[in-house]
């Protein structure tokens, strides 16, 4: 009998699982990129299934203050993979589709309830599947150069992995209604203006935005941005009373992480007079707990 060829190659190819995503810690913020520039960072399932390891890996580090969602190349995601996504898995049955549905939706749920605080970095096309992380993360900022489409009715299908929740969550009824029902993309500064990111720089000027906006969270109390982030998003859905009463708990729940951050921050404004709360963040390095 013949000996074995060895089939492992020795360099990774391109398009290799854990390449798919590209990720680095900078100044506190976990610069984090969809990797697949030469597919328009379209998402399949070895890049989802990726995005969850590097989010895991993220998580809970101490140097990692905020996270960045990026794209590399002229693409932040073309949405889902058409190709490895939909006709692939379809082609392998139904278990295999819930299988990338649950890869994906799980780490859009993920990122949706991240410990720390998430940005989207819209470099340039954002597609269909991609509304999932957009709304994911907390904060959105675009390259006015970015194109946002629901392309979903160009291809045939409805906005589906949450891409109509969102739509009808960010946009006016009539604005969701047009963008779902024609396909017409947008740039980045119609997204500012519709509401679907909170603001578009020059692509040339986006990162160091970003960055800026990274440094004044990195600059707050985590247990209180993780307390609010949160509370932002449950209240949305709640009656007034709940949200009052929940908002109740979910402070006390806080304290119970950090009760010598409020009171240090109490202390520095009445009895140190050293900020004003309305005009900045105070000395967390003064606290005698860190
Ligand atoms: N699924 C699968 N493959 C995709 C893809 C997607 N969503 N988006 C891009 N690609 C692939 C293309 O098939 C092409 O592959 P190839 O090099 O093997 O031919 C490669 O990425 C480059 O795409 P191309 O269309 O040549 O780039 P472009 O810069 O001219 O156009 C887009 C960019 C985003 C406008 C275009 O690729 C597009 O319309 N993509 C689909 C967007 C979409 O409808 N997404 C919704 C999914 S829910």
Request: with cysteine.
């Amino acid at each position: 009998m013949p000996a074995k060829k060895a089939t492992k190659p020795a360099v990774a190819a391109p398009d290799a699982e854990k390449d798919t995503v590209a990720y680095e810690v900078r100044g506190r913020i976990a610069w984090v990129k969809f990797n697949r520039p030469d597919k328009r960072n379209c998402m399949s399932p070895a890049l989802n299934r990726q995005m969850m390891r590097v989010l895991d890996a993220l998580e809970y580090r101490d140097d990692v203050g905020v996270l960045v969602l990026g794209g590399e190349g002229s693409a932040w995601s073309a949405g889902m993979d058409l190709k490895e996504y939909f006709r692939e898995t379809e082609a392998a049955g139904l278990g295999a589709v819930r299988q990338s549905q649950r890869e994906s939706y799980g780490w859009f749920r993920r990122l949706r309830w991240y410990q720390k605080p998430t940005i989207a970095m819209v470099n340039g096309w954002c597609f269909g599947g991609g509304y999932g992380p957009l709304f994911a993360c907390d904060l959105a900022f675009a390259a006015e150069e970015a194109k946002f489409g629901l392309s979903e009715i160009n291809w045939g299908i409805l906005p589906g992995g949450g891409a109509s929740k969102i739509a009808a969550e960010l946009l006016s009824f009539r604005r969701a209604m047009y963008h779902a029902m024609t396909g017409e993309m947008i740039d980045g500064r119609t997204a500012a203006e519709w509401g679907l990111v909170n603001e578009a720089v020059p692509l040339a000027k986006l990162e160091a935005r970003v960055a800026e906006v990274a440094a004044m969270l990195l600059e707050k109390n985590p247990v209180a941005l993780k307390a609010t982030k949160d509370a932002i998003r449950r209240v949305r859905e709640m009656t007034y009373d709940n949200a009052e009463d929940y908002l109740v708990r979910a402070q006390e729940a806080a304290n119970s992480f950090d009760n010598d951050g409020r009171k240090e921050g109490i202390r520095q404004f009445i009895d140190e007079k050293s900020y004003k709360p309305g005009l900045g963040a105070y000395d967390a390095s003064k606290r005698s707990s860190g």
